[in-house]
């Protein structure tokens, strides 16, 4: 059997690995009975942003909470149980700690 995550129904604030089919159309098996998977959005052209100023010797790197709104989302994809079709939800993450980057000109909006 091909080992899947899920998550622990008791926190709900943890996942934990399990034996077992995955659900169909991929993702996460919550115990509501929806699904949830990872959303990657389009990157975003930097000269397209206003950036702040880069941390580190690499001027590619920077604060997570010093970045435009739009860059501090995380994204996923819900299909409620009874629902027919994936909607994408979004939500700030805050983390004092976390550093996103740039690569060849884009800024990827990925978490």
């Not at 995955?22 to 990157?43: R, W």
């Not at 920077?62 to 995380?74: A, F, R």
């Not at 027919?84 to 700030?92: L, M």
Request: aromatic residues 10%; charged residues 25%.
């Amino acid at each position: 059997m091909i080992k899947h995550t899920k998550l622990i129904e008791k926190t709900g604030r943890s996942w934990s690995p399990f034996e077992g089919e995955p659900p169909v159309g991929g993702g996460l098996l919550l115990p509501t009975g929806d699904q949830i998977k990872i959303f990657t959005p389009k990157a975003i052209k930097t000269g397209d942003i206003k950036l702040p100023i880069p941390v580190g010797a690499n001027k590619d790197y920077y604060k997570l909470g010093e970045l435009p709104d739009i860059l501090q989302d995380v994204y996923l994809n819900r299909l409620t149980k009874d629902g027919a079709s994936w909607t994408t939800e979004h939500e700030v993450l805050i983390d004092p700690l976390a550093i996103r980057y740039t690569v060849f000109g884009m800024f990827p909006v990925v978490m």
